[in-house]
């Protein structure tokens, strides 16, 4: 392992991929209204869900888009060949982007209305900016993977025998 590897993408792609790894258990995403939370407290029900209970499907693909995030770190940290940190970019990429769709629409589009049960609180919030942190990184590996400029290098130059 070589972290000297890594580039701005991959730093931002993990450190993001492990920020809403976080996010998605810690914190508060949705709880009930103040005026429903006694109640449910008697009752003996949950009030207040994070993360992975509220995203139900958006979950899955959250946890797919961790995955190739780390994955994406590990290998261009591990391996000497650019080929799989480059594929890994690609997929990394329009994985956090799909995900960065359904945690826009869950957080700014959907979110819970004022008429119904729940409050949005601030890990939906800092849900979506990890996201957008990981689909940033994805592609800013992605365009990274250019390689040295050719004008830069130096060329050697190669004298012929009797000539000065």
Same mark, same amino acid.
């Given at each position: 392992?070589?972290?000297?590897?890594?580039?701005?993408?991959?730093?931002?792609?993990?450190?993001?991929?492990?920020?809403?790894?976080?996010?998605?258990?810690?914190?508060?995403? %949705?709880?009930?209204?103040?005026?429903?939370?006694?109640?449910?407290?008697?009752?003996?029900?949950?009030?207040?869900?994070?993360?992975?209970?509220?995203?139900?499907?958006?979950? %899955?693909?959250?946890?797919?888009?961790?995955?190739?995030?780390?994955?994406?770190? %590990?290998?261009?940290?591990?391996?000497?060949?650019?080929?799989?940190?480059?594929?890994?970019?690609?997929?990394?990429?329009?994985?956090?982007?799909?995900?960065?769709?359904?945690?826009?629409?869950?957080?700014?589009?959907?979110?819970?209305?004022?008429?119904?049960?729940?409050?949005?609180?601030?890990?939906?919030?800092?849900?979506?900016?990890?996201?957008?942190?990981?689909?940033?990184?994805?592609?800013?590996?992605?365009?990274?993977?250019?390689?040295?400029?050719?004008?830069?290098?130096?060329?050697?130059?190669?004298?012929?025998?009797?000539?000065?």
């Amino acid at each position: 392992m070589n972290f000297e590897r890594l580039r701005r993408g991959e730093l931002i792609a993990g450190a993001s991929a492990l920020a809403l790894l976080v996010f998605l258990f810690v914190p508060e995403w %949705y709880a009930l209204k103040s005026t429903f939370a006694p109640t449910a407290v008697i009752l003996g029900a949950r009030t207040s869900w994070n993360g992975w209970w509220g995203l139900a499907g958006a979950r %899955y693909l959250a946890l797919v888009t961790i995955a190739a995030a780390f994955a994406l770190v %590990y290998y261009q940290a591990a391996r000497r060949g650019p080929a799989i940190p480059v594929t890994l970019s690609v997929i990394v990429t329009v994985l956090a982007v799909a995900t960065l769709i359904a945690l826009i629409y869950r957080v700014l589009v959907g979110p819970p209305s004022a008429g119904a049960l729940l409050d949005q609180q601030v890990g939906a919030w800092l849900g979506l900016l990890a996201g957008i942190g990981i689909a940033y990184g994805g592609f800013a590996s992605m365009r990274e993977e250019g390689g040295t400029d050719p004008s830069a290098l130096a060329i050697e130059t190669v004298r012929l025998g009797g000539r000065t």
